[in-house]
């Protein structure tokens, strides 16, 4: 046996059953971001594998979850539909099963941890994403109401009200944020907005 093998083995046999599973958690979750690199750099058949061995060992039901612990397996669920919903806006073919996916991981997330803005907000934009604006809007309106002094969820309601065509209420949110705390997108979209109101008024034609 290798020195650092044997360290190895020391090591694990002091941590208590709580840290062994962490310590398993934290190295699946790092392999299925190799997977997830593995899948952008074009290796998609061994990064999709990698990711799947992952997700199937961290959420095997009545071991992982209650193991891991509550706040661990939270972050787990939205990191797992933040996944899911970056890998659809690549647009590749089936995209929409993955954006479908995402909401899945969302869905579960907003059951374990009804009070995270961020949550709702993130399923609101899939549904954006698939064309199902109308359906989104309920989303946005509950991330509004956990977080209403966010900005970043203030410039994501203002962009659901572009997708929606209300042009005065995208003005509304995009202000808005600025007004809670100065980000770059919610300026260069107000700029943007502005200029579109300003050429549909007739104040750009000669």
Same mark, same amino acid.
């Given at each position: ?9 020391? !090591? ?5 059953? @709580?840290?062994? $599973?962490? #310590?398993? =958690? #934290? ?5 299925? @971001? &190799? +997977? $997830?690199?593995?899948?952008? +750099?074009?290796?998609?058949? @061994?990064?999709?594998? !990698? %990711?799947?061995? #992952? ?14 612990? $509550?706040? *661990?397996?939270? $972050? ?6 933040? =996944? /899911? ?11 929409? %099963? ?24 993130? /399923?609101?934009? #899939? ?11 309920? =989303? ?12 970043? &969820? *203030?410039?994501? %309601? ?11 209420? *995208? ?25 579109? !109101?300003?050429?549909?008024? +007739?104040?750009?034609?000669?």
């Amino acid at each position: 046996m290798t020195i650092p093998l044997a360290l190895s083995y020391t !090591l694990m046999s002091r941590l208590t059953p @709580t840290m062994k $599973v962490l #310590c398993a =958690y #934290c190295v699946l979750t790092m392999l299925a @971001t &190799v +997977g $997830v690199s593995l899948s952008r +750099g074009g290796i998609l058949a @061994t990064g999709a594998m !990698l %990711v799947d061995f #992952c997700l199937a060992l961290l959420f095997q039901p009545g071991y992982w979850l209650p193991a891991m612990g $509550v706040m *661990a397996g939270l $972050v787990a669920l939205y990191n797992l539909g933040e =996944y /899911y919903r970056l890998l659809s806006l690549e647009g590749n073919p089936g995209y929409q %099963v993955q954006a479908r996916q995402a909401l899945q991981w969302y869905g579960k997330s907003m059951a374990s941890n009804p009070l995270d803005a961020f949550v709702p907000m993130r /399923y609101g934009m #899939c549904l954006d994403w698939l064309g199902e604006t109308n359906e989104a809007s309920s =989303y946005f309106d509950l991330a509004e109401k956990l977080d209403p002094n966010n900005a970043r &969820v *203030a410039f994501f %309601v203002g962009r659901h009200s572009m997708e929606l065509g209300d042009y005065p209420a *995208a003005q509304h949110w995009f202000q808005r944020s600025l007004d809670l705390d100065w980000e770059e997108p919610a300026f260069w979209s107000l700029n943007m907005l502005k200029d579109r !109101l300003a050429d549909r008024s +007739g104040l750009y034609k000669k």
